[in-house]
């Protein structure tokens, strides 16, 4: 039986998909963090070069991918489309599942596909120095070797516990010539009234943005790049699900029934969805696109949709998003990826339009399933990416249940050969089930933002 679809390097998209020109209404305006009125591009000018801005606002519905992009993603792209016949097997499932390999590209996960465009768009803006967060490390290994393509300086604001627990992470990132330090840290006014409070602080990624952000701001030849969240990185990623369509088509499969992917700030999902919902809301497609988040971070499932500041020090756009608070400090569960406080704008409309679904899971039973899938499959997938796993045995195991011939297809949107001590916790038995409290969320409601007062 075929388990591999491939694609030609020619095959490759060549163009962008942007959701927004098929939303119902415009998203709601990013507002400037100081006076809370909407943003204009020039408000985003001393973070963002101008193209990315133009994208991040832009109602075209397809944006050419530049050739010098192309060139370089055309080193791992297409990515491979593979059914888990052996997993299937393993569940006695009557459901057809395939899963999307990302972590076939080279730092290990679908974040280059932006972190490239990023790097090419600064510099052909002119900037030679770009700073950014990472948690885990993923994103930070992306832009780190994106900007060692382009000739451009690297600066890396890892959050503290991460910095400590991957130190191999960190090593990637060096290796590309990037410079990384911990965060919380005493280079910024930021990092240093954090500490001051409290000197042990394990650091988050809104922490960490605000450190990225303060020393772009304060430098003309340095911009700031964010791995996830906006509008013009879920769009660079909508190469993943434009290639999925592709693939399906060899496989024999119109209209899969369910696409599902895990969500930090929803760069990977609406990458591997929008295309679908594009053929939901233009084809008359009914595939249910499913988002899957860690229980200790529900976002999605428990956090409000709100006007709220991106990161901690309250210097970077203020979005509409489903969020926790941006002083959001994470328990430190082992998906680094997926702690983040707030979710991408686009999916946080599309969900409270339903357009979408979310669903959150717990830790243990999240590994379990990537040990499943490892012993099946033979790929350690990130522990960010068995969530989306353990999403997709769950609709495999209904689909039995319900003697269904589903077709389930997920984002498997990194490896984990450099998580390997989250394995380690896990094999162990020092992994808990943790699930973030409800007071917390009505908590985090008293230090929103009001733009209507401002
Ligand atoms: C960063 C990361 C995620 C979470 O980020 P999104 O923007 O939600 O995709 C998921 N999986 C992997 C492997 C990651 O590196």
Redesign the pocket.
């Given at each position: 039986m075929q388990t591999r679809f491939e694609l030609k390097q020619s095959d490759m998209p060549t163009r962008w998909y942007n959701v927004q020109a098929d939303l119902d209404k415009p998203l709601p305006p990013p507002l400037h963090p100081l006076t809370l009125k909407p943003a204009g591009p020039d408000d985003m000018a001393p973070i963002f070069p101008m193209a990315l801005i133009a994208q991040e606002m832009s109602g075209d519905r397809y944006i050419d991918i530049p050739d010098e992009v192309q060139e370089i993603l055309r080193l791992w792209r297409p990515t491979p489309l593979m059914r888990a016949v052996r997993l299937e097997k393993a569940l006695g499932t009557p459901a057809k599942i395939f899963f999307k390999y990302?972590?076939s590209s080279p730092t290990?996960?679908?974040?280059p596909n932006t972190a490239v465009a990023q790097a090419y768009y600064n510099k052909i803006s002119g900037i030679t120095k770009l700073t950014t967060e990472t948690?885990?490390g993923?994103?930070g290994s992306a832009l780190a070797m994106a900007c060692n393509f382009f000739d451009i300086e690297c600066k890396v604001y890892m959050v503290k516990v991460s910095y400590q627990l991957k130190p191999g992470r960190r090593s990637v990132m060096q290796l590309f010539g990037a410079s990384v330090t911990a965060s919380p840290s005493d280079e910024t006014d930021s990092g240093r009234a954090i500490l001051a409070e409290d000197p042990e602080s394990p650091g988050s990624l809104g922490i960490a943005i605000s450190e990225a952000v303060e020393v772009a701001l304060k430098r003309d030849d340095t911009k700031y790049s964010l791995?996830?969240?906006l509008n013009h990185?879920l769009m660079h990623?909508t190469v993943i699900g434009e290639e999925v369509i592709k693939q399906l088509d060899l496989a024999g499969v119109s209209e899969p029934d369910v696409v599902i992917?895990?969500?930090?700030?929803?760069?990977?999902?609406?990458?591997i969805a929008l295309p679908f919902l594009r053929q939901n809301l233009k084809d008359g497609a009914k595939t249910r696109l499913v988002a899957v988040e860690p229980m200790a971070c529900p976002t999605m499932t428990k956090g409000l949709y709100a006007y709220d500041y991106g990161d901690t020090a309250k210097m970077a756009p203020v979005i509409k998003m489903r969020t926790l608070g941006h002083d959001f400090v994470p328990p430190s569960i082992h998906?680094g990826?997926?702690r983040?406080h707030g979710m991408?704008p686009i999916l946080s409309a599309l969900h409270s339009e339903g357009l979408i679904e979310a669903v959150a899971v717990p830790q243990v039973e999240t590994f379990q399933a990537a040990q499943l899938f490892a012993q099946t499959e033979g790929i350690i997938p990130?522990p960010?990416?068995a969530h989306a796993i353990r999403a997709a045995v769950d609709e495999a195991l209904d689909a039995k249940a319900k003697e269904e011939e589903r077709t389930i297809v997920f984002g498997l949107?990194?490896h984990g050969y450099l998580d390997l001590t989250s394995y380690d916790a896990f094999l162990g038995g020092h992994l808990d089930n943790y699930a973030y409290p409800e007071e917390k969320v009505r908590e985090a409601l008293g230090k929103l933002p009001h733009p209507e007062q401002a």
């Open positions: 990302e972590g290990g996960s679908h974040k948690g885990a993923q994103w791995g996830s969240v990185v990623q992917g895990c969500v930090g700030g929803g760069s990977n999902f609406g990458g998906a990826g997926l983040y991408a990130a960010e990416s949107s990194g």
